[in-house]
């Protein structure tokens, strides 16, 4: 199994993709510590930890009780819809910003002097395939993940040569509840699952993609 004997860090992991993540992580072997804002949430997957990714020291903490890893996967994040660049307000951009951006920077700040100091691991975040340019009425959406997307690819030419892959997946359209609610006359079979997503993630996780350096992966199923 490609995760055997691996420990992964899943943020976001009360979240559907979060917990397909861990799932399928599970499925191949690996031990799971599952992190999220969401208070007292639990999962057969793995260690639970309720976590603010915003606070510095929290963040910290729960590594430091987590101990060695080898994975980390990003995916922790959100959506919005919003009005215009133009009329887009402050909060609408600082929420973006926050659980997109801030939540990722908080993370690596302490994730990634752990796996440079055991000389391998993996990264692997969550960008987007529509931030590969911007869409209206999604400024801040796509500019939050066009942020990640290049501190993804940033990153890795820091660290590649500390034996540390950092790549990231970039989907269309995820088939979520949420997403069939909001979108109901949508052709949902050419959205991707989050089982399928999953399975992309846990490959750049693994050591079969030890030669993947700074990717932005488009996941996009049918669309």
């Known amino acids: 199994m490609q995760l055997d004997g691996k420990t992964i860090i899943v943020t976001g992991g009360a979240g559907i993709l979060g917990h397909g993540v861990a799932q399928e992580a599970r499925r191949q072997g690996a031990d ?3 992190l999220d804002v969401v208070p007292g949430f639990d999962s057969e997957l793995g260690r639970c930890y309720t976590v603010d990714l915003t606070d510095s020291e929290a963040v910290a903490g729960v590594l430091d009780d987590i101990g060695d890893f080898d994975g980390l996967a990003n995916v922790a994040g959100g959506f919005a819809m919003g009005p215009s660049v133009f009329e887009t307000s402050n909060d609408l951009w ?9 939540t990722l920077r908080t993370m690596l700040t302490h994730a990634i002097p752990r796996l440079v100091a055991r000389g391998a691991g993996s990264v692997v975040n ?3 395939y529509g931030a590969l340019q911007g869409l209206g009425n999604m400024g801040a959406y796509t500019a939050a993940k066009s942020t990640v997307m290049r501190l993804t690819e940033a990153l890795s030419e820091e660290v590649k040569g500390d034996g540390i892959n950092v790549n990231a997946v970039l989907p269309s359209l995820i088939d979520t509840p949420r997403n069939r609610e909001d979108m109901p006359d949508a052709d949902h079979a050419t959205w991707v699952s989050p089982q399928d997503l999953a399975a992309v993630i846990c490959f750049l996780l693994s050591d079969q993609a030890r030669a993947v350096h700074g990717a932005l992966l488009p996941v996009r199923g049918l669309v």
Request: proline share 0%; aromatic share 0%.
């Open 32 to 34: 799971v510590a599952l």
């Open 94 to 102: 600082d929420q973006m910003q926050m659980i997109n951006v801030t």
């Open 126 to 128: 969550i960008g987007a």
